[in-house]
């Protein structure tokens, strides 16, 4: 068995913990004994943190509405289709018609750069957090 040091993805304090890999499947997780926020310590959703990775139901790949049914597509036509679609809100709105929510699965600085994003490159002020929710 691999151990993987890696951060948990489910807030944004940033515990250490180990992934274990088995035969190309990570099968379990654990704290790090060293590491300076988790201190040898998981709360219940990093002890789980795992268990998505391999979930059948997880998306791998980008969907796109075409005439009503979602389509797979490359990243480069999922990408440009998204960008083309808040051009035309920002040109449309003047940026009052996007709003970001943030989310409290990412770092502080994460969420400073979202709503830098949402400021400078959306032109709009309406910036949420979940956690506030």
Not at 65 to 77: A, Q
Request: hydrophobic fraction near 35%; include cysteine.
């Amino acid at each position: 068995m691999r151990n993987i040091l890696t951060t948990c993805v489910y807030c944004g304090c940033g515990c250490g913990l180990y992934l274990h890999e088995e035969n190309g499947r990570v099968v379990g997780a654990s704290p790090s004994k060293n590491h300076p926020v988790s201190r040898s310590n998981l709360c219940v959703k990093g002890w789980h943190a795992h268990e998505f990775i391999h979930d059948s139901s997880r998306l791998t790949q980008p969907l796109i509405r075409k005439n009503g049914v979602l389509t797979s597509s490359g990243w480069d036509e999922a990408l440009t289709y998204t960008a083309k679609a808040f051009r035309k809100i920002i040109d449309k709105t003047e940026g009052t018609g996007i709003g970001v929510l943030a989310s409290a699965k990412c770092t502080n600085e994460e969420n400073y750069l979202i709503q830098k994003l949402a400021r400078a490159v959306f032109k709009t002020n309406n910036v949420d957090h979940c956690a506030r929710l």
